[in-house]
């Protein structure tokens, strides 16, 4: 069963200001979350409990898994250098 993917308004607003070549490829790795939500190249986010880290070229998206509810919340788009900061 896929997990359904919630996307806060925050990382939608992030998200838009990206060139449209990079929402395109963010937007395909996101879909890929539906059917695996933790593929190979995602980072658990090290002193969390449930946020991983994905990445997509120069920039991350950062969200938090829930099994028991089958939901990714997505909750960061931004660039490598700024993804980290206030998590």
Do not use: C, W
């Not at 990079?22 to 996101?30: F, M």
Request: glycine share 2%; net charge positive; no cysteine.
């Amino acid at each position: 069963m896929p997990y359904e993917i919630f996307i806060e308004r925050r990382a939608e607003k992030e998200f838009i200001r990206l060139p449209q070549e990079t929402q395109n490829r963010i937007k395909l790795s996101i879909l890929n979350l539906k059917n695996n939500p933790r593929p190979a190249q995602v980072r658990k986010i090290s002193g969390s409990k449930n946020y991983y880290r994905l990445r997509v070229g120069d920039y991350r998206i950062v969200y938090e898994v829930d099994d028991s509810q089958k939901k990714i919340n997505i909750f960061r788009i931004r660039h490598r250098k700024e993804a980290y900061l206030n998590l």
